[in-house]
């Protein structure tokens, strides 16, 4: 009986639907159609879109060939102008120049932004030419084309191009660096000198040994320690310097009052 049914549907009307299904899709428009690829290009590898090939840099939507001048190679960089200097050149004006190396230095493997050499070992760059290192007494030479070229020994600091000892006061041991001093434990720093703390009555030294805190019970009270009155219904509270109110009482200025 089925079979019956479907045969008898006509068959213009199910040509007409075919074709209004074929029609459809291309009735609607294009959104968010992607500009033609410019000549010299190629699709992106992922993201969609197009990339220029190597050699042809993207302007104003177009790949447009390098222009490399002589002893200049292609770089593939995102930015810039497609090319740097060989080795032992540098850019100027659109051209590549050779790099007037002076006496005691060699070239760099990169000219760009730079002057293209630095100075040997041993020299440093002054002026535009690279001056022998002089190492004075109590000194080591250091790696690096610029500064001076040296460091002062362990004990000694640096001063108009010499190396003077560091004076270490007494009660005093010299820092990591090598240069600077700090006071022994219990002592304090006075301009040139390491003269002890003075640590008041119920004070004691911290474990710093750079500042002193009062005894339990007490409280600082400018360089000296002063007992606190612990009011009725107060206890001494955990930094021991200073009181709370037992619960349930509250703080009220100097007493302890119920909530």
């Not at 497609?82 to 990169?110: F, K, L, M, Q």
């Not at 690279?130 to 004075?136: E, H, I």
């Not at 990591?176 to 022994?184: F, L």
């Not at 007490?218 to 007992?227: F, I, T």
């Amino acid at each position: 009986m089925k079979k019956r049914q479907l045969n008898s549907i006509p068959a213009i009307p199910l040509l007409v639907l075919s074709a209004l299904v074929a029609i459809v899709p291309l009735s609607v428009p294009v959104q968010g159609a992607q500009a033609q690829a410019p000549e010299n290009s190629h699709d992106k590898s992922y993201g969609g879109g197009w990339e220029c090939d190597f050699g042809y840099p993207e302007a104003s939507a177009t790949c447009g060939l390098v222009k490399i001048p002589p002893n200049g190679h292609a770089v593939d960089y995102s930015s810039g102008h497609g090319w740097e200097c060989d080795r032992g050149y540098r850019e100027s004006a659109e051209t590549c120049t050779a790099v007037v190396i002076p006496a005691n230095a060699h070239a760099t493997e990169t000219s760009y932004g730079r002057s293209g050499w630095e100075c040997d070992r041993g020299f440093r760059e002054l002026q535009r030419a690279c001056a022998a290192v002089t190492v004075p007494a109590h000194a080591y030479r250091v790696e690096g084309s610029y500064g001076r070229g040296w460091e002062c020994e362990r004990g000694f600091q640096a001063t108009n191009e010499t190396c003077v000892s560091v004076n270490v006061p007494a009660n005093a041991f010299l820092l990591r660096d090598g240069n600077s001093w700090a006071c022994e434990r219990g002592f304090q720093r006075a301009t040139a000198a390491c003269v002890p703390m003075a640590i008041p009555d119920h004070g004691y030294l911290e474990a710093s040994g750079t500042s002193w805190r009062c005894d339990r019970g007490y409280m600082k009270d400018g360089s000296s320690c002063a007992a606190f009155v612990l009011p009725t219904n107060a206890h001494i509270g955990n930094s021991g310097e200073g009181w709370e109110c037992n619960r349930p009482y509250r703080r009220q200025d100097d007493k302890c009052v119920p909530l």
